[in-house]
């Protein structure tokens, strides 16, 4: 039973494994298939800025890995009653999840073909989530800390409906790199 409420509080666990698959589908389709940029001016130039998009893309996808590492270790702490600690790593958690979202953002702006950059879309948004999940969390262990357990619970609440919409999107950019 508490590892089913660990799952639902941190649906972020799977998102390692999700996005080590999706690095490999990201490099294979990006760098391979050549389906960026139709309108580069000579080969070297496509080569050029389809390697930069998967550069970023494995970025981002590093960064949501630590990301979810760290936020597995918050989890931790506060089953300990270590609200501060829990604090301070997603605090750190937030700030991979940022440098994420700037990774996809950059790759976004580099891209020109509509079902990759639908597939980055996907990942911005549910970065974005993740990232006011992690504030919503943060926001939970100052208010246990204060007593204030009505609150915290309301945070927590917040905190699991920014979870969940973001692995929502993640799950669509997974059925969408199918098609890429």
Known sequence: MKQ???????PKRNRQNIALLLILIVFLTVV????????????NQYIGDSS????EMVLAF???KR??????????????????????LTKEATKWNEEALNHFLYASNKTVDPLANEFIDYYLEATKNYI????AMINKFEFKIKGDFES???????AR????????????????????
Not at 67 to 88: G, P, T, V
Not at 152 to 158: H, L, N, W
């Open 4 to 10: 089913l409420k660990s799952r639902e509080e941190h």
């Open 32 to 43: 391979l298939s050549g389906c960026l940029g139709s309108e580069k001016k000579n080969d």
């Open 52 to 55: 930069d998009v998967a550069k």
């Open 62 to 64: 590093e960064n949501l």
């Open 67 to 88: 990301a979810s590492k760290l936020e597995e270790e918050s989890y931790q702490e506060e089953r300990k009653d270590n609200y501060e600690k829990a604090i301070k």
């Open 132 to 135: 006011k999940a992690d504030e």
């Open 152 to 158: 915290a619970k309301k945070a927590s609440e917040e």
């Open 161 to 180: 409906e920014f979870y969940r919409n973001g692995g929502k999107l993640q799950i669509k950019a997974k059925e969408l790199s199918v098609k890429i």
